[in-house]
């Protein structure tokens, strides 16, 4: 490891004099950047840069640069460097920083980058947000980008070594989410994610040195590396292509579960790594941000929009013009506001919580607060392919979105949840299972649906994440019939609960219960629905199912015909749409199927016939006109609809206004 003198001032007749910038020219029609030169260098001599005056990588330039993806890391005890320009000044920058570039630096000739830290004045707030406006440009032209993990250690270079072997030797399909063996891969067992992680602890060890670098936690890389048209991995001296260290993660992704030599690789890890690499290929809704944001840090909470602007979906980060003068709240509201006009759907409000710690200042209830992790898991998006009905909404003065929607129904009973544990929650299910007679009755039933009450009870737990929902079976996930046969020995058996008294496909359950209640608690409305919602619920709390939106939402009445947003939730029997739909044929359920031209939707099966439809099969039995609406439907996406609300209420539809705060 490199060590640096505080000042180089120290080293000799070495100027004192700090760099001063040039300011940007005014035209902000034009993308401007400043270039760094690195001259060449041993490791040990001291840091020597040229920094160009602005100049212009708009269209048809031909600026050749590479740019820098790395961490910056403390700021305290600064190293300063030296500038080569006629007066010869200096810069100070972070030790981080220094340290990347005396290992990237080459020994006998210049190398052209573009740094941040160094590359925009940090201290200038108007060139710090146009520079950020354009950030995803300058990644995108740059002709390859540098990710610097940092220096190495005693196993970073079999770490790399490892995870460029395994990218060699699989294609992935993004879009189809799925895996194989490459044509010329020696070990086809890594192709096939039915099969366990072929290496030894030590060396998953050696992985795990890699992901666990603080690079993979910065949130600003992830626009960084998805739009490099060429991107290389750096540790030390060592580093690998960009393409085969991601397919190395995906790799990791779909074997976490099925191998032991993973675990210590823990699923948080790999996932963060994961959502790196995804983000190459997909766009992400405002309604998964949170995902997206797993595990990650910024300094700013404004930057938990603007880092990722160009990983939004189409047609919303164009309009997003990087402002820190503004209250992120205020850009938070904004960027919430645009979302919904833009794409016509309200799914953003799942991301919403109101009862969660340290919001920001003013932030409303229905803004989702990106500056802290959602306390739950994210729930899948279970009635995502229910006819999507465009919403009604309209922005009221002092931050308030009036809505539309119907009411589901209203919570009377709130049972004592623990989901601290795997154990705490399966013990938590034993005792609502047992205040629902469960216990002794088995032949009891779930009266919104006339279902055998455990069956529903196995739905609501795992919040319907069972293998078979998957076309192919995704057995990554617990069959509903072992959730069931698992679930039934927890509630009648009472067994011993520690984790090593499991059998595998019991364990398997017992994982999936405790990741759905996670932050979780459980309800009981006055109709005898049971649900899952966020935790900090109470009696009169109101499940509505918003017109716009695929999941149902929890909202609390604040007085003056007001309420607040508590985020998303399950509640069997309406995940569908139902109170808006009314009920699927028989036989039909929804699957997550895979579309060759949008990757993976949710669609629906029949299943006697197994016919699969994009299109909802209620629609012929509605009782009001939809219209269909293309404009707000991305290339794949099921149809989209317009249906006037009077005409709702007509068909016995009890429409309603909620004014969220």
């Keep these: 490891m490199t060590e640096f003198s505080s000042d180089l001032a120290e080293q000799g007749d070495m100027p004192n004099r700090r760099y001063e910038y040039l300011a940007m020219p005014p035209d902000a029609t034009e993308w401007y950047i400043r270039l760094l030169t690195l001259y060449p260098g041993q490791r040990s001599d001291g840091i020597r840069i040229g920094l160009s005056e602005p100049v212009q990588i708009g269209d048809g330039s031909k600026m050749r640069y590479e740019a820098l993806s790395y961490t910056w890391g403390s700021e305290e005890d600064p190293v300063t460097i030296e500038l080569d320009t006629t007066e010869r000044v200096t810069l100070s920058i972070a030790r981080n920083l220094a340290q990347a570039l005396t290992y990237l630096r080459y020994r006998d000739t210049p190398r052209t980058l573009w740094v941040d830290a160094i590359c925009i004045d940090q201290n200038n707030v108007a060139e710090r947000g146009h520079q950020v406006a354009i950030m995803g440009d300058i990644y995108e032209r740059a002709e390859r980008v540098v990710v610097w993990l940092g220096p190495e250690t005693k196993d970073s270079e079999r770490g790399l070594e490892i995870l460029e072997e395994i990218g060699s030797q699989i294609d992935v399909d993004w879009r189809r989410y799925s895996m194989r063996p490459a044509a010329d891969a020696q070990d086809k067992t890594l192709g096939d994610r039915n099969q366990p992680f072929p290496y030894s602890q030590e060396d998953a060890e050696a992985v795990r040195g890699i992901l666990v670098r603080p690079w993979f936690s910065r949130l600003w890389i992830r626009q960084e590396f998805s739009l490099a048209r060429s991107a290389v991995i750096q540790a030390g001296t060592k580093s690998i292509d960009g393409g085969l260290f991601a397919r190395a993660v995906f790799c990791l992704f779909q074997k976490e579960s099925r191998s032991n030599t993973l675990a210590s690789l823990d699923a948080v890890t790999i996932f963060r790594a994961y959502t790196v690499c995804r983000a190459v290929h997909a766009y992400y809704p405002l309604s998964e941000l949170h995902d997206l944001f797993e595990g990650t840090h910024c300094k700013d909470p404004h930057d938990r929009i603007y880092s990722i602007m160009r990983l939004l979906a189409p047609g919303t980060f164009t309009s997003i013009v990087p402002d820190y003068s503004l209250p ?33 200042a003013n932030l409303p209830t229905w803004v989702p607060d990106w500056s802290s992790p959602l306390p739950w898991n994210p729930m899948p998006r279970i009635g995502a392919g229910a006819i999507a009905v465009l919403h009604h909404t309209k922005f009221k003065e002092d931050g308030v979105l009036s809505i539309t929607g119907v009411v589901c129904d209203t919570i009377v009973s709130v049972p004592s949840t623990d989901s601290s544990t795997r154990t705490s929650t399966v013990r938590s299910w034993q005792r609502f299972c047992t205040s629902l007679g469960l216990s002794s009755t088995h032949g009891a039933q779930y009266a919104p649906t006339g279902e055998p009450l455990l069956d529903a009870v196995c739905r609501i737990a795992s919040m319907e994440d069972f293998a078979e929902k998957w076309q192919p079976p995704d057995f990554r996930f617990p069959s509903f019939k072992a959730t069931r046969a698992a679930l039934r020995q927890f509630i009648i058996s009472d067994p011993i609960l520690d984790s090593h008294d499991f059998d595998q496909a019991s364990e398997n359950v017992a994982r999936n219960l405790y990741s759905s209640l996670l932050g979780r608690q459980l309800f009981v409305t006055a109709d005898e629905y049971i649900g899952m919602g966020p935790s900090g619920l109470r009696q009169g709390d109101v499940v509505i199912f918003p017109l716009g939106s695929d999941v149902p939402l929890l909202i609390r009445p604040v007085g003056n015909a007001q309420y607040l947003v508590l985020g998303d939730c399950y509640m069997h029997g ?43 099969p209620r629609i012929q039995y509605l009782r009001f006109e939809l219209r269909r609406d293309d404009e707000y439907r991305y290339k794949g996406e099921s149809p989209r609809y317009r249906v006037e609300l009077e005409d709702l209420r007509q068909s016995g539809v009890n429409v309603e206004w909620f004014d969220l705060v």
């Design 328 to 360: 992120a709240s205020q850009v938070y509201q904004d960027i919430t506001l645009l979302y919904v006009k833009t794409n016509q759907r309200l799914d953003v409000l799942a991301s919403c919580h109101a009862l969660g710690k340290g919001r920001l």
């Design 574 to 616: 309406i995940m569908n749409a139902e109170p808006i739909l009314g009920q699927l044929p028989p036989k039909v359920r929804q699957t997550w199927c895979h579309d060759e031209t949008a990757g993976w939707k949710y669609r629906f099966q029949n299943g006697e016939t197994g016919e699969i439809t994009s299109e909802d």
